[in-house]
């Protein structure tokens, strides 16, 4: 068990590095950036904002971490939020409470996501383009389900999912935590994430092995639909309208960067979830600089641009050999390189 | 619904009513829905049309041009009386405008200009981005009458024009008032969520205290910065006055219940004027001046913002 435990840390202790240099380089901007208080019911301060903005792409992250290991890709998150927050809106204005709009937003969700599964794992279309279907598509049907406006509502339970807090700390931040920490546990604590890896490794191989990919691919799909649709309903509730033009716009991308930040290869295979949550985090991190450094928004994604560069160049295959071969030739170890060796294949 | 209804609409419209026998034809050939304000907009122009007697040919070109040019030749090829266009790029009209001139149909143009020569239209409906700008600066020159007053500003979409232009004007207005100072300025992407992301990161890192007035370059960004303003224990509306531009339907919901100062309409009635102008030309050949300004109205807690609200809210907005 401590083993097991060493070993995570292991694997996340570069995605914990760069996201202290980059909320270091947040303080260094704003010295106040740590302080955190309780004011109007709730935790208050820069810190507590980077956990709750970064919900929506670590809620994507946490599914399309799952799709990336079995070697695909989702392209269709952004488009299912902003479905799933029109369902959600449409249903509250209809006067149903918020049980119902999230569940008929989570249906939704889980809908996008099995037609994606059966295009991939049935139809045999290649991910990138099963996915593009539904993210050029999905923004026109959210569009038909707003009727084309803002489509705002009141129910206090459906805002408080993406506005409220509880015990002071705002409500997405404990969905994501709590999202994530069950997704990690139902695929560490079963075979399940070994079985997708392996699909991710060599899907004909697996196949052969008795796992039963096309049901497990159209499973990863499925989950990542629903967690777009979770992301979908906060950030409808946490404007109280859905925005079907910009909800989510963008925002696969952010979430594939975050799963690429977190050290999961493209290539699928092995991955961890937890370095990907930690690879939103420190993309949520990079935009809060550029908030608080005041500069003006012409050099916004410059800024965020450099910055990424840097955190993908130190993790690059090539720089990382160097340093190993730098550490090596510095101090002759020879046991301890080779266990990590194994243990990062990217 | 109502969408399903326009759509209808739109379709029937195509259909030669020549049954109809009303006195002038016009097609109206409209960019799409990209936004709350262009739904408005071609509600608008229906009952304006509608107003007048005039049998409106509607097409919706979901954001394509080819699919303007298609319907302006299909209007050519009806005989339509004249047309009314707006534009959904600047560049590559000349050709069809060139076929409508030939074939003596007038063009106006509605809320964006091309880039033609202008004797191919006949003038051109917009509203002066700047001036709508200033009109917000002044106000605020006004509303804070020489006291000190620091302000954080939301911008549109960096580098689109309403961004550039919104922000020069008001620059423009506040200029020689030393009293009144931008902090603070970020883009909020024209988008409820941004606008309220934003806010909350100057609320942190000017302090709540130290903000005066927020100007966003749209309403909807304001709407998201209320929200943020009211969660950091403020009152939006008099801890933070709040100008933005657009009247949308939700500003004046916020007005109305103090949350918001003022905003500056970008009236969704374009038609107004040009159907004016067209009518006009028809009837006795009076050439209108090639550019007609909108009026950019400024709208504050005097009005009666929830009688605003209640009509604006099913123009489509």
Sequence with gaps: MTAHVHNTFRRITPQLIILAAVLLLNFMVFPDFFRIEFQNGRLFGNLIDVLNRGAPTALLCIGMTLVIATRGIDLSVGAVMAIAGAVAASLAVDGHGWQVALTGALAVGALCGMWNGVLVAVLRIQPIVATLVLMVAGRGIAQLVTEGTILTFLDPGLIHLGAGTILGIPTPILIWIALGLAVTAAVRKTALGMLIEAIGINESS??????NSR???ISVYLISGVCAALAGVIVAADIKGADANNAGLWLELDAILAVVIGGNSLLGGRFSIVASLLGALIIQSVNSVILLSGMPPEFNL???????IAILVIQSPTVKHALYILRASAEPQPSEPIKEAKESPQ | ??????LIAGALSFVPMTAMAADLTIGFSQIGSESGWRAA???VTKQEAEKRGID???????QKQENQIKAIRSFIAQGVDAI???PVVATGWDDVLEEAKDAEIPVVLLDRTVDAPEDLYMTAVTSDLVHEGSVAGQWLVDETAGEKCDIVELQGTTGSSPAIDRKKGFEQAISGHDNLNIVRSQTGDFTRSQGKVVMESFLKAVGGDNICALYAHNDDMAVGAIQAIKEAGLKPGEDIKIVSIDSVPDIHLAMANGEANATIELTPNMAGPALDALEAYLADGTTPPKWIQTESKLYTLKDDNMAIYEMKKDLGY
């Design chain 1, 206 to 211: 697996s196949r052969l092995a008795g796992i």
């Design chain 1, 215 to 217: 049901v497990l691919i």
């Design chain 1, 302 to 308: 410059i800024i965020k641009a450099l910055i990424i």
């Design chain 2, 1 to 6: 619904m109502k969408l399903k209804a326009m």
């Design chain 2, 41 to 43: 907009e071609t509600t």
């Design chain 2, 56 to 62: 409106l040919k509607f097409a919706d070109a979901q």
């Design chain 2, 84 to 86: 009314l266009l707006a």
